[in-house]
């Protein structure tokens, strides 16, 4: 850490400098009694990239909504070239020079690309419009761009790599001030990627000032002239691009100790897998992976948002269309997936996803707990609802979900006890596999720490467990094994004192970009 | 849902009252309070038994159609699949009358049912196996049944034996102990489908769809089977609403049931059942069946408004009904 020091303590030197076109002083947001963002100060200068990078939910994205207006900020403010602003949405900041261009694909596909781009701003004679002159435009940035794609092209038939090119098309189509680039090439493969810098580095020369975040290091190694670091909402500093290098970067975004939360590791076993998985490929090779679970271990899956982790256990499910050599579970070969026959088999998936797919929010406490073993739990013809209200209140025990009444729909409870009753609905099947998909997504800290508990009881006691999670500490502090995936395939797997968060999101982000551009959300 | 509520679904813990599921009948009543003060005759007893009898084909389409939507799925082929079934089943039992006297009637009736069943799979295949809204699937299939039924009757009137008339009368007229056999009939299709609905695994599956299809799928239950299981209760409970109504009218026309998808619809949705499903309300249903032959009975009775426009303050109910359902809501 006395590195991390130094670099902390040469970050506070780099003073902001005096012509800053877009400069945020003390800039946060808080929703109700949740910060997350506080006390952010940067500036952007003309002609020059500056990059933020962060783990999710640093705050990278809020930041970019702050600066763009499309969400407020609660506490600090904004200027633009020395002059206060406060814009009350993105139609004021895009007036004023600054534009996000957003991560997912905000197109309307039926229509073609010009009229994508000048979509409620469009130029008329009259009433008539005036479709000669908005493709004329239209060609003449779609060039600026590198993009092949023509003006009267329908948006929906393009690639998506060019559908992201008229995206970027979109926010220049006016001489811009800042341009914020939000994960930009998440959906690009690797030469689309190189076209893209070729873009931001040329409206840097343009004297242009670019906002560019990502998780990919290489690609902020290879463009940016000076990285900001986000963590927990907070800012960790400014540093010249050239001061870090790739490792460095992932230190600094991770940076923070373990705590006490997570129960002791378990003793290494060499039992034979209850579960293998060979060749998974999951809607015609969006996500391919093999591997093996033993009795008696956490078997961690990490990666950025979006690497496939979820598709890919959604697809072993028979959730989504998916092919695999082998699916061997606690000895049988499995030919036909699905959820029944995977639970029947004793395996479980818990989605990450609880409030659309995990949970009747509508509905009672009981019907939901009983929903996925409907069979057991109702064992005669006719539902029976006093056995249904005694499980409840025995799940209620034991998962310590905190209920005033047993009555109660399961929209009323808070996050954290409704990942608790969710856990025992899964539980309720008696299964030997069980896989959390971000077991404690959006709960506090005390129901996190009885959940790690009840994993690590569950594991003890001779069964498996898969848990997917995009919280660092998280996976480090639970698996006893990692694989770590990105783009859809596993790129590392670790063991032992290996697992640590800088290896994680070192193989997270920084493996080099092996894909064709595929399409994800 | 729950096993305390299946037992008196309209009180919540604590023995609160639960308004909004009490509306559709607190709404019968007052409807029948006015008709009581309009017109002396409405209570005569011969007039409620007529009101009541002629719900009854309503009432036993919208009790299917509650389980079609509770799934969070819709049948507009209703009124033509219930000409349709109407129509195969006169020809059947005329062309078994000679052959078999009055057993062709019963042989008639199971014919009728075998058909409105599988009309109905045939609208749930569709919709689960080919993934089509089932809005376009019964408004393809409503034209289909209502074209066949046309031309069944080569543009006029299909007529039931006359040899079998008078046995299958009753079945319609008659009554048991001064019950009308179409209410005894109703009263067990609402029996059959409250248990169905509340107190087996299915409706529990069947209501945790509607309630979110990702859910359900996400817990391992067949969604497709049952959702196609549905509609297949939706058709026999056509084909059960044919059997009542044959011997009122003594024919199938091109016009039989038509425009009773509305009024099934509507009944459903009166009775207090979502339309974007998840919540199911059996006995609503028939309290909404009621309301709207209340309403047209009491149209006919009073000379205020001109009976040529009861559907429109059948259609102007649903509006009201949906609008009063959103207004408890947003307590």
């Known amino acids: 850490m006395n590195v991390l020091a130094a670099k902390v303590s040469r970050a506070v030197r780099s003073v902001p400098s005096r012509d800053a076109v877009l400069r945020a002083e003390g800039l946060g947001k808080a929703y109700g009694p949740i910060t997350v963002l506080s006390d952010v100060s940067l500036d952007i200068r003309p002609g020059e990239v500056h990059a933020i990078i962060g783990e999710n939910g640093a705050g990278k994205s809020t930041l970019m909504k702050l600066l763009s207006g499309h969400v407020r900020p609660t506490a600090g403010h904004i200027s633009i070239e020395g002059q206060p602003v406060e814009y009350a949405d993105a139609v004021e900041a895009e007036a004023l020079g600054i534009v996000l261009v957003h991560q997912e694909i905000l197109l309307a596909p039926h229509l073609t690309v010009a009229e994508n781009l000048f979509l409620g701003k469009e130029l008329g004679r009259g009433l008539l419009v005036d479709d000669r002159r908005m493709n004329q435009l239209t060609a003449e940035v779609l060039a600026r761009v590198g993009s092949t794609a023509r003006p009267r092209d329908e948006v929906g038939n393009l690639p998506l790599a060019q559908r992201q090119l008229v995206q970027i098309a979109r926010a220049l189509l006016e001489e811009r001030k800042v341009v914020i680039f939000d994960e930009p ?50 800012m960790i500093g400014t540093w010249q691009a050239d001061d870090l290098d790739q490792r460095q970067m992932a230190e600094l975004m991770v940076g923070r ?59 072993l499910l028979g959730l989504r269309s998916s092919t695999a050599t082998t699916v061997v579970l606690s000895g049988r070969q499995l030919t036909n997936r699905s959820v029944g026959s995977l639970m029947e088999g004793g395996l479980v998936y818990l989605t990450e996803d609880r409030k659309g797919k995990g949970l009747l929010l509508d509905e009672r406490l009981a019907p939901n707990l009983t929903l996925q073993a409907l069979e057991t739990s109702n064992p005669e013809l006719t539902l029976d609802g006093r056995r249904e209200i005694g499980l409840l209140k025995s799940a209620v025990e034991k998962y310590d979900i905190r209920v005033p009444s047993l009555l109660l729909d399961a929209g009323k409870l808070s996050g954290g006890n409704q990942q608790k009753l969710l856990l025992a609905k899964v539980m309720m099947t008696d299964p030997s596999v069980v896989i959390i998909d971000e077991p404690t997504r959006g709960i506090d800290i005390g129901n996190k720490g009885q959940i790690y508990e009840f994993i690590d009881t569950m594991v003890r006691s001779g069964k498996a467990c898969i848990v997917i999670s995009s919280e660092l500490p998280e996976l480090v502090g639970l698996s006893d094994r990692v694989l770590v995936m990105r783009e859809g395939r596993v790129v590392a797997e670790l063991g032992g004192e290996d697992i640590t968060e800088q290896n994680v999101i070192y193989a997270a982000t920084s493996a080099s970009h092996g894909r064709q551009g595929r399409d994800e959300k | 849902m729950s096993s305390v509520t299946a037992t008196n679904p309209f009180v919540d813990r604590v023995g609160q009252i639960r308004w909004a599921d009490l509306a559709p009948f607190i709404a019968l009543a007052v409807i029948i309070f006015i008709g009581t003060m309009i017109n002396s005759n ?72 075998v058909v409105g069943g599988l009309c109905g799979l045939f609208n749930g295949l569709i919709i689960t196996v080919g993934r089509i809204e089932p809005f376009i699937v019964t408004l393809g299939t409503m034209g289909i049944f209502r074209a066949f039924i046309t031309f069944m009757t080569d543009g006029g009137s299909l007529p039931i034996d006359r040899g079998l008339r008078e046995a299958y009368r009753p079945v319609y007229f008659g009554n048991f102990l001064g019950i009308p056999y179409p209410v005894l009939i109703t009263l067990v299709v609402v029996l059959v489908a409250a248990f169905l609905l509340y107190r087996t695994k299915y409706g529990r599956r069947l209501t945790a769809i509607g309630s ?91 000379d205020m408004i001109s009976e040529y426009l009861v559907a429109a303050v059948q259609g102007a109910i649903i509006i009201i009904a949906m609008l009063a359902h959103r207004f408890t809501r947003s307590r």
């Not at chain 2, 000409?83 to 009637?105: K, Q, R, S």
């Open chain 2, 212 to 302: 979110n299809t990702d859910v359900a799928r996400f817990s391992g239950v067949h969604v497709g089977k049952v959702r196609t299981m549905a509609y297949v209760i939706q058709g026999l409970c056509v084909a059960i609403a044919a059997i009542c109504y044959v011997p009122r009218l003594g024919a199938a026309t091109p016009t039989t049931g038509q425009l009773w998808e509305l009024q099934v619809i509507t009944a459903v949705v009166i009775g207090g059942t979502l339309l974007r499903g998840g919540k199911g309300r059996v006995w609503g249903t028939v309290a909404g069946a009621l309301i709207l032959e209340v309403i047209a009975n009491v149209m006919v009775l009073s």
């Open chain 1, 185 to 234: 090439t998440a959906v690009l493969a690797n030469d689309e990627v190189s076209a893209l810098l070729d873009i931001v580095r040329a409206l840097r020369e343009r004297g242009v000032g670019i906002l560019y975040i990502s998780h990919r290091l290489e690609e902020v190694q290879a463009v940016a002239d000076r990285i900001t670091v986000l963590r927990d909402g907070k």
């Open chain 1, 257 to 315: 100790e373990l705590r006490m939360l997570y129960p002791a590791k378990r003793p290494a076993t060499s039992a034979a897998p209850i579960l293998e998985v060979v060749d998974l490929d999951v809607e015609n090779g969006q996500q391919i992976a093999s591997f093996q679970l033993r009795p008696g271990e956490v078997l961690g899956f990490g990666g950025m948002i979006g690497s496939g982790r979820t598709e890919l256990f959604e697809g």
């Open chain 2, 42 to 113: 409405f209570m005569s007893s011969a007039n409620l038994v007529n009101v009541i009898t002629r719900s009854a084909f309503i009432a036993i389409i919208a009790v299917g159609a509650t389980f079609v939507i509770v799934s969070g799925g819709l049948d507009l082929s209703v009124g033509s699949m219930m000409a349709f079934v109407t129509g195969i089943m006169i020809m059947a039992m005329n062309g078994l009358a000679p052959a078999y006297g009055n057993w062709a009637i019963l042989m008639g009736a199971g014919v009728a049912l």
